[in-house]
């Protein structure tokens, strides 16, 4: 009898314990992004979940939802709050944004919030203009921002983002005032306010701006990174237009999930995923959408994750 109450009593505690089926996943996935359908991290995750569905990845699909608003926070706040930890809820990240949201405070999460699985790309911010606007270089921009304190407006994809993040750096480097202009709708916004002339320029991701500047839409006049990129070899980085800023401001993307999600999806999708993004049509849509890729193991995204939150806690002290 001792045997069976036992028994009965370790099938209880595995029944009420978070787990996963050992043929995990067994239904679709759903990831959520944080911004609007078109925009650089929406379009980006889109592919990089393309063959989530082949039986050599995860075998089955992964459907995106967009929850956006207030710079990434209503999504971020719902997948720490509200969405399910079984594995079946899956997050985007962007790193600075939520990690400078976090800092700044008024929000719900923190990496804490999550557990990283990996990372597919690391996208530069770049300053751009109209394609008919008067500014053919930053030292154009920065010059006529120091003649009108104030006056220049420019837009971006919301506050305490990888764009207001550079925004803030340029201000402390070139010593001058801004007006920046934070997006409702996100990325996509952003740049379509530039294009319709509704702002004199703009912060926005490389992808993005990548094919803006393709179609004809924008001009591209600094990359806010170390190293200029392969995709804009023609453009320099504003450490060499004479501006010290660094990469603080770099868009990393991966995949998250909410804290509690079970131990046994978290390893299943860190195992399978970095070769997911590395798949060779994954790859080439990348490369034409002009989106840089970085692929990142979960023990990088966690290290990467930690040093990022070093990065701008000092940064955010001193802006």
Do not use: C
């Not at 075998?59 to 930890?85: D, F, H």
């Not at 001058?176 to 319709?196: D, E, F, R, T």
Request: proline residues 5%; aromatic residues 8%.
């Amino acid at each position: 009898m001792t045997k069976i109450l036992r028994g009965l009593a370790t099938a209880l505690l595995l029944a009420a314990s978070p787990a996963v089926a050992q043929d995990y996943p067994d239904r679709p996935v759903m990831m959520m992004v944080s911004y609007g359908a078109g925009g650089a991290t929406d379009f980006q995750a889109r592919i990089v979940t393309m063959t989530a569905g082949n039986e050599d990845t995860l075998g089955q699909p992964i459907a995106i939802i967009n929850k956006p608003g207030a710079g990434g926070r209503v999504g971020w706040n719902w997948l720490a709050t509200q969405a399910e930890a079984d594995g079946y809820a899956l997050g985007v990240y962007n790193i600075p944004h939520f990690i400078a949201q976090s800092i700044e405070g008024g929000v719900e999460y923190s990496a804490d919030s999550f557990e990283p699985i990996a990372n597919w790309g690391a996208d530069p911010a770049v300053f751009i203009v109209g394609a008919d606007s008067e500014f053919n270089s930053m030292r154009d921009v920065v010059a006529w921002a120091k003649e009108n304190p104030g006056k220049l407006t420019f837009s971006g994809a919301g506050l305490f983002v990888g764009h207001h993040i550079a925004a803030l750096q340029l201000e402390a480097a070139a010593e001058v005032k801004l007006a920046y202009i934070p997006n409702n709708s996100g990325g996509a916004g952003a740049m379509k306010a530039v294009i319709a002339g509704e702002v004199m320029g703009g912060i926005n991701n490389l992808s993005d701006a990548f094919r803006a500047a393709d179609a004809g839409s924008v001009k591209i006049l600094g990359v806010f990174d170390t190293e200029r990129s392969s995709f804009l070899p023609d453009v320099p980085t504003l450490q060499e237009a004479g501006y010290d800023i660094d990469d603080s401001s770099v868009n990393y993307r991966g995949i998250m999930a909410p804290k509690g999600t079970p131990q046994e999806a978290i390893d299943k999708l860190a195992a399978v995923m970095p070769a997911m993004f590395a798949d060779p049509n994954v790859m080439k849509q990348m490369e034409a959408g002009g989106s840089p890729i970085k692929i990142m193991t979960r023990q990088e995204v966690i290290e990467m994750w930690a040093a990022r939150q070093k990065t701008l806690e000092k940064l955010l002290a001193g802006l």
